[in-house]
């Protein structure tokens, strides 16, 4: 008996009755998963039968409805004639287009329509052949008279038209009363909103005798509004939920809130669905149906061409059922009706739990019998997972207390010895991960392993600026500080011929490496770690542990000489900023300023704290507007407070394409824009004092000019090629005066509507004789309505003096051809001439001051005329462009803003 006991207790293998409990409790909960799925599969199947019989009804009842209207157009349609109260059948009333006979004709079946629930007429229109309305009734809200709307044209209604049109409708066209038709149709309210009616039309014909043939007078038409026949066949079929859609899946008509309308939408998915099931044919019709509704009793599944779904309606499960909504043949929507899954619910619930108590029960008895065979073999693990647990948490204090003799007391022996180093190894780890410095690490990994072979020492062979060496913790004793005398330029890349150099040198010493790490980073080595002693003989059972801290401690050493070199890059880097004049500022993907350089700060001081959180919506927005690349060319100098800046920027990308930040250069123009200034300013003064003087020398040439008659011919040509070239160099005086006005903002402009045509004829007429002298033709093709230009007519006028004089200036035969038209709310004014056509490459810069087309021209003049006919045009809103064919000459266009009306 004790030998049998003895071999229950030191074998866990008899604990494996847990996995069959474990197999019993899986088998219990598969039965009642299956039974469930049974039970619900059932009740499933009843509810989709009970859906189908309201669809089924749904249509029944609808298919009724336009039976009976058809019915009640046949009443109306044969109302006989009256002779106690003079009132005529309805067809004589149509036939003599008697609106008050009609309306006393048919005033009783009005009534009548109003009562009965399978009618509950809401509209009455009786329209003649033309589909004039004779009558036009609705049901009032308030009181039992209709209200009667005016006499209107329905021949535009589609089903209308193919009334008048004599057509059948697709199927039922044996009806005594012709061609009816059914639909939907929305009449709308005064407010605005459409109601969506179902109605029923047909047409009316004299009588006619045998032999003769029935005329078409009209028709009748009848309808009623949707919602309320949706109310009444909700309680007629039991259906929680009926609704119309459209075509094109919205809602049209619900019973219920108008914020359950998306949820009933048909998605373009599902509308496709039922489109291909319409197109097999096989839809139900409501034109064909008897309108006899089934019973409550009677089986009924889905309809054939139908969709069945689930929806949520305020908080609320319904299963739908949608089908095509045709009449006739012709398909006017969908149509939806629906159950609330709650009863369904219910009653599954009600069985599950049923089938889940039991289950419970079976369950609950087959862990109690497990739990008492199976509590002494798991005591022990569960004081093992207990003590695994506290060192998961990092109480490495811990330790199991089990002494059994079979296989769990010798895993609690084991777990401790693994636990107690573990603990050695979690220390180590935890201070490591504390430290960046290479010395520190040292120490740390010196101070671990001493524990475990006391005397041991941990030092590391790295590159330095000097080249390589060791480098040991501050208090290495004296035979491993003496190696730090050594340098070495170079070292084998190898990992063998490496650690056999360490060992040769460590061996001069008396010192035997125990244990090396290359230190690897992006799989080039960077440097070796060693553990070294001074005695031979080491417990070779301690080699593994000094190995797991060698190899924590390499990582660490890695990471180390990664932040030694980020720290000396990012002082370069700042030594490199500081030493910018220009400001520099770096930003991450977030608008945070990471960088500021000592330009910036003195930048941005007068403006933007600098200290704290810097964002980049904190700068001036002329700076975080500018779009200047940071290589490219500044588009434009920006005013920050008294400074003047050109900023440029530019992405930070990875490699992969994100953008990860930005880089921003400021450069500080103020002195360049201030020696601008002074250059403008020169250049007025120069020019009002060259003015002065061209002016008296102009008026003693008028006077030499008046004795001409005392000179020769020849004589007589070389004052006038004087006297222009004195004019030239007035003009160009002038332009320069202008410019610096222009530069210096002094510029006024006063914009009214200008007369172009006068204007340019104005200005024209100076030079007339100069281009005649030279034999160009100069044409004027302006249109007589060419509408006023808003304009400076000043400013206008010297602006087409300095293209026409440009045009004088190159053009020495041919014409001049002045055009003008409009188009939009712009006017253009073309100047063309036949002259020598610009060069491509000048063509961009030519109307930017001090440019010229041809170096050597002699007839160049001065080099601001069209700059500052650019510059004036701009400033009333208008803009000059030219182009240039080769051989054919040149076309200056003017575009200014024509006057508003």
């Given at each position: 008996?004790?030998?049998?006991?003895?071999?229950?207790?030191?074998?866990?293998?008899?604990?494996?009755?847990?996995?069959?409990?474990?197999?019993?409790?899986?088998?219990?909960?598969?039965?009642?998963?299956?039974?469930?799925?049974?039970?619900?599969?059932?009740?499933?199947?009843?509810?989709?039968?009970?859906?189908?019989?309201?669809?089924?009804?749904?249509?029944?009842?609808?298919?009724?409805?336009?039976?009976?209207?058809?019915?009640?157009?046949?009443?109306?349609?044969?109302?006989?004639?009256?002779?106690?109260?003079?009132?005529?059948?309805?067809?004589?009333?149509?036939?003599?287009?008697?609106?008050?006979?009609?309306?006393?004709?048919?005033?009783?079946?009005?009534?009548?329509?109003?009562?009965?629930?399978?009618?509950?007429?809401?509209?009455?229109?009786?329209?003649?052949?033309?589909?004039?309305?004779?009558?036009?009734w609705e049901r009032s809200p308030t009181s039992g008279e209709p209200v009667q709307y005016a006499s209107t044209n329905v021949a535009g209604l589609l089903s209308i038209e193919e009334v008048l049109r004599a057509e059948q409708t697709p199927s039922g066209a044996n009806n005594v009363l012709g061609a009816p038709y059914s639909g939907l149709i929305a009449f709308r309210r005064p407010d605005g909103r459409d109601v969506v009616h179902f109605f029923t039309v047909a047409p009316v014909y004299t009588r006619a005798g045998e032999g003769e043939t029935a005329r078409l007078l009209g028709g009748v038409f009848i309808a009623q509004r949707l919602d309320h026949i949706l109310m009444t066949l909700q309680a007629r079929s039991q259906a929680d939920v009926i609704a119309i859609l459209a075509n094109d899946g919205a809602v049209l008509v619900t019973t219920t809130p108008t914020n359950t309308q998306p949820a009933l939408r048909l998605k373009p998915a599902q509308i496709e669905t039922l489109v291909a099931m319409n197109e097999q044919g096989n839809c139900l019709d409501i034109g064909l149906l008897s309108g006899e509704t089934a019973t409550a009793v009677q089986p009924m599944t889905l309809?054939?061409?139908?969709?069945?779904?689930?929806?949520?309606?305020?908080e609320q499960e319904y299963q739908l059922v949608y089908a095509p909504f045709l009449i006739r043949g012709s398909q006017y929507g969908y149509f939806a009706a629906g159950l609330s899954r709650d009863v369904l619910l219910s009653v599954w619930t009600g069985s599950r739990?049923?089938?889940?108590?039991?289950?419970?029960?079976?369950?609950?008895?087959?862990?109690?019998?497990?739990?008492?065979?199976?509590?002494?073999?798991?005591?022990?693990?569960?004081?093992?997972?207990?003590?695994?647990d506290a060192v998961s948490a990092g109480d490495f204090a811990q330790r199991s207390s089990v002494r059994d003799e079979n296989e769990l007391g010798r895993l609690a022996l084991a777990f401790n010895q693994i636990t107690a180093i573990l603990l050695r190894l979690y220390e180590t780890s935890r201070q490591l991960n504390q430290e960046r410095r290479v010395e520190a690490v040292l120490q740390i990994a010196t101070t671990s392993a001493v524990d475990l072979?006391?005397?041991?020492?941990?030092?590391?062979?790295?590159?330095?600026?000097?080249?390589?060496?060791?480098?040991?913790?501050?208090?290495?004793?004296?035979?491993?500080?003496?190696?730090?005398?050594?340098?070495?330029?170079?070292?084998?890349?190898?990992?063998?011929?490496?650690?056999?150099?360490?060992?040769?040198?460590?061996?001069?010493?008396?010192?035997?490496?125990?244990?090396?790490?290359?230190?690897?980073?992006?799989?080039?080595?960077?440097?070796?770690?060693?553990?070294?002693?001074?005695?031979?003989?080491?417990?070779?059972?301690?080699?593994?542990?000094?190995?797991?801290?060698?190899?924590?401690?390499?990582?660490?050493?890695?990471?180390?000489?990664?932040?030694?070199?980020?720290?000396?890059?990012?002082?370069?880097?700042?030594?490199?900023?500081?030493?910018?004049?220009?400001?520099?500022?770096?930003s991450d993907a977030d608008g945070r300023i990471?960088?500021?350089?000592?330009?910036?700060?003195?930048?941005?001081?007068?403006?933007?704290?600098?200290?704290?959180?810097?964002?980049?919506?904190?700068?001036?927005?002329?700076?975080?507007?500018?779009?200047?690349?940071?290589?490219?060319?500044a588009d434009r100098v920006i005013v920050v407070g008294k400074r003047f800046l050109t900023v440029r920027k530019t992405p930070m990308r990875q490699s992969n394409g994100d953008v990860v930040g930005e880089v921003m250069v400021l450069h500080d123009?103020?002195?360049?824009?201030?020696?601008?200034?002074?250059?403008?300013?020169?250049?007025?003064?120069?020019?009002?004092?060259?003015?002065f003087l061209l002016t008296d020398v102009r008026d003693y040439f008028d006077l030499l000019q008046s004795t001409s008659h005392q000179f020769d011919t020849e004589q007589r040509r070389a004052l006038g090629n004087v006297r222009q070239r004195l004019l030239d160099i007035i003009n160009l005086v002038n332009n320069m005066a202008l410019l610096a006005q222009l530069e210096a903002g002094q510029v006024k402009v006063h914009l009214q509507a200008t007369e172009l045509a006068q204007l340019v004829e104005t200005t024209i007429s100076p030079l007339r004789t100069v281009f005649t002298e030279r034999g160009v033709q100069?044409?004027?093709?302006?249109?007589?309505?060419?509408?006023?230009?808003?304009?400076?007519?000043?400013?206008?006028?010297?602006?087409?003096?300095?293209?026409?004089?440009?045009?004088?200036?190159?053009?020495?035969?041919?014409?001049?051809?002045?055009?003008?038209?409009?188009?939009?709310?712009?006017?253009?004014?073309?100047?063309?001439?036949?002259?020598?056509?610009?060069?491509?490459?000048?063509?961009?810069?030519?109307?930017?001051?001090?440019?010229?087309?041809?170096?050597?021209?002699?007839?160049?003049?001065?080099?601001?005329?069209?700059?500052?006919?650019?510059?004036?045009?701009?400033?009333?809103?208008?803009?000059?462009?030219?182009?240039?064919?080769?051989?054919?000459?040149?076309?200056?266009?003017?575009?200014?803003?024509?006057?508003?009306?």
């Open positions: 008996m004790r030998h049998v006991i003895h071999i229950l207790r030191s074998r866990i293998q008899y604990t494996i009755i847990l996995p069959y409990l474990a197999l019993i409790v899986l088998v219990l909960l598969v039965g009642s998963g299956i039974a469930i799925t049974l039970v619900a599969g059932s009740w499933q199947e009843r509810f989709n039968n009970q859906l189908g019989q309201v669809a089924r009804r749904l249509a029944e009842e609808l298919a009724l409805r336009e039976i009976s209207s058809i019915a009640y157009l046949g009443q109306i349609v044969y109302t006989a004639a009256n002779a106690d109260t003079g009132t005529p059948s309805v067809v004589e009333a149509m036939t003599l287009c008697d609106a008050e006979g009609l309306a006393a004709a048919v005033r009783g079946l009005w009534m009548l329509g109003q009562i009965n629930e399978n009618v509950s007429l809401d509209r009455l229109i009786i329209f003649d052949e033309t589909g004039t309305t004779l009558l036009d309809l054939s061409c139908s969709l069945l779904t689930t929806v949520r309606l305020d739990n049923v089938v889940v108590g039991i289950t419970v029960v079976l369950v609950v008895t087959s862990v109690l019998v497990g739990y008492g065979v199976a509590r002494r073999i798991t005591h022990p693990i569960d004081e093992l997972v207990a003590v695994a072979v006391p005397g041991i020492e941990a030092m590391a062979l790295l590159p330095g600026p000097a080249g390589w060496s060791f480098r040991l913790r501050p208090a290495a004793p004296l035979p491993y500080a003496t190696l730090t005398r050594y340098r070495w330029t170079a070292l084998p890349p190898q990992e063998d011929r490496l650690t056999a150099t360490i060992e040769a040198v460590c061996a001069e010493h008396g010192i035997v490496g125990l244990s090396t790490v290359p230190l690897r980073r992006d799989r080039q080595m960077v440097g070796m770690l060693i553990f070294a002693h001074t005695e031979q003989g080491v417990s070779a059972s301690v080699l593994p542990h000094i190995q797991a801290i060698a190899d924590m401690t390499a990582v660490t050493l890695v990471n180390a000489i990664e932040y030694e070199l980020a720290q000396h890059e990012s002082e370069r880097q700042q030594a490199i900023l500081a030493a910018i004049d220009d400001g520099v500022i770096v990471i960088l500021l350089n000592t330009a910036a700060e003195r930048l941005l001081q007068p403006i933007v704290p600098v200290h704290g959180e810097l964002l980049l919506r904190d700068l001036p927005p002329e700076i975080r507007v500018s779009h200047s690349e940071l290589f490219g060319r123009s103020t002195n360049a824009v201030q020696l601008d200034r002074a250059k403008t300013d020169v250049i007025a003064t120069v020019a009002q004092e060259l003015r100069i044409t004027l093709a302006l249109p007589l309505d060419l509408p006023m230009v808003m304009a400076d007519r000043e400013l206008l006028q010297h602006a087409l003096y300095q293209v026409l004089d440009n045009a004088r200036r190159y053009v020495t035969q041919g014409r001049i051809l002045i055009s003008a038209g409009a188009e939009g709310n712009d006017i253009w004014l073309s100047i063309s001439d036949t002259g020598p056509a610009i060069p491509t490459d000048i063509v961009g810069r030519l109307f930017t001051q001090f440019q010229r087309t041809h170096d050597n021209s002699s007839q160049r003049g001065g080099w601001l005329g069209l700059p500052i006919a650019r510059r004036l045009l701009e400033l009333q809103g208008g803009s000059i462009s030219v182009r240039s064919i080769s051989g054919q000459g040149n076309a200056f266009t003017i575009c200014l803003r024509r006057v508003e009306e």
